[in-house]
């Protein structure tokens, strides 16, 4: 294998860790662990510098053009190729909990696309926008939610706000 092979696996491990260690210490907080909760998240920080750092010593990492276009790519992907393939092996195990998993994110990847893509005509009109992501399915909207995710019918408190 060579370095830029190792750069990429390696990126995809630090990248998997940070967004375990989150989740990991959601669930420490939740169990009334706060401690362990902070020394997770504390090394999901860690994480993501290390996974920066390889991604940006791959080259991937472009302009912000670039970065919306490879974005749109990357969404696309997923929603026409990677998540209909999963959805129908789901379907075939009768995994009802991994297929509505797949389907949820098949539906907001399409939307993340069609995000990017207006991101991307409107690059350089800033345009200042808020977004609210859904803490159930990751439906993610332009302004406050109003009423149930469409998604998967979240109610509108269990928005969140990005900053």
Known sequence: MSSKDNLKAAFTGESMANRTYLAFAKKADEEGYPQVAKLFRAA???????????????????TTMENLKEAVNGETYEFETMYPTFIEEAKAEGDNRALW??????KVERVHA????????ELGNNKEVD??????????IEGEPEGNCPICGAPASKFEKIN
Do not use: D, P, W
């Open 44 to 62: 999901a920080a860690a994480e993501t510098i290390h996974a920066f750092n390889h991604l940006q010593r791959m080259g991937g990492i472009g």
């Open 114 to 121: 069609r995000l990017y893509e207006k991101a991307l005509e």
């Open 131 to 140: 977004y609210y992501v859904c803490g159930v399915c990751g439906h993610t």
């Open 101 to 106: 998993s797949f389907e949820v994110a098949n």
